[in-house]
C-alpha cells in the first residue's frame, strides 16, 4: 500500500515552454503533498507543501510564479514549470503523506526534467 | 534553522560485511529521523525511522541508533548485499506538527560482490 507516482518519468522540452508533472497517491487520499527537487549527487530540496483545496506553501527561494503547484484534489498535485529554463534541468519528485500519519512521507518515483 | 550532515560522502563495502552510515543533525530539539534509500533515477525509499524518545530502534537487517547528546544518528546494515547499493539520507524532523524532514547530502553505499 502506500503508493505515489509520477507522470512523466522523464521530459525533455525546449527552453521557454511549460511543462507539467503529475503526482498522484494510488492506493491512498494523500491531505498533504509534497515537491522536491534534487540535482545529480545532492540532497532533496523542498520546494513546497500543498494542501489539498489550498494554497500551496513555498519554502524561500522558490517562485511560486514560476513553479505552479495545484492540489486539487485528495490523489494529485501537479506541478508546471513554467517558461523553463535549462537551469530548471533537474530531477523533480514528489511525496504524500496520508491523514493522520503526516509524518510519513511516501515517494513518487521522481520525473527527470531536460530543457534544452 | 535545521541542518544534516553526513560524515562520509561515500562508503565501499564487501558483501557480507556490516555497514555503519552516520548522520549528523543540528537542531537538538528534532524529534524524529529517519533513513531512506534512493536507488538510481528512483525516489526515496523510506528504511527505517526512530523518534527521540529512544536511542535505537532495530528492522529487519537494520539498526537505527540515536544520540541525542551530540546529535548523532547512525544506520547500521548486517550482512550488507549487492542491492543495499544506493544512497542512503538521513533526514531529521522538527517538533511542532509540521512533519517536514530536512534531509542531509547523502552517503553512497557500494557494495562489492
Known amino acids: 500500500g502506500a503508493v505515489v507516482s509520477q507522470h512523466p518519468s522523464w521530459v525533455i522540452c525546449k527552453s521557454g515552454t511549460s511543462v507539467k508533472i503529475e503526482c498522484r497517491s494510488l492506493d491512498f487520499q494523500a491531505t498533504t503533498m509534497f515537491w522536491y527537487r534534487q540535482f545529480p549527487k545532492q540532497s532533496l530540496m523542498l520546494m513546497a507543501t500543498s494542501n489539498e483545496g489550498s494554497k500551496a506553501t513555498y519554502e524561500q527561494g522558490v517562485e511560486k510564479d514560476k513553479f505552479l503547484i495545484n492540489h486539487a484534489s485528495l490523489t494529485l498535485s501537479t506541478l508546471t514549470v513554467t517558461s523553463a529554463h535549462p537551469e530548471d534541468s533537474s530531477f523533480y519528485i514528489c511525496s504524500a503523506s496520508t491523514p493522520g500519519r503526516v509524518y510519513e512521507q511516501y515517494f513518487g518515483p521522481g520525473t527527470r526534467l531536460t530543457v534544452t | 534553522g535545521e541542518s544534516v550532515g553526513l560524515h562520509l560522502p561515500t562508503l565501499s563495502v564487501q558483501e557480507g560485511d556490516n555497514s555503519i552510515i552516520n548522520c549528523a543533525y543540528s537542531?537538538?530539539?528534532?524529534?524524529?529521523f529517519i533513513w531512506y534509500k534512493q536507488e538510481s533515477g528512483k525516489g526515496p525509499q523510506f528504511i527505517i525511522d526512530?523518534?527521540?524518545?529512544?536511542d535505537k530502534r532495530q528492522g529487519q537487517r537494520v539498526t537505527v541508533l540515536l544520540n541525542k547528546t551530540v546529535k548523532h544518528l547512525s544506520l547500521q546494515i548486517a550482512a550488507t548485499q549487492p542491492g543495499d547499493s544506493a544512497v542512503y539520507f538521513c533526514a531529521a524532523t522538527p517538533p511542532g506538527g509540521s512533519y517536514i524532514p530536512t534531509f542531509g547530502r547523502g552517503t553512497s553505499l557500494i557494495v562489492h560482490p
Open positions: 537542531n537538538s530539539a528534532s524529534d524524529y
Open positions: 526512530i523518534r527521540s524518545n529512544m
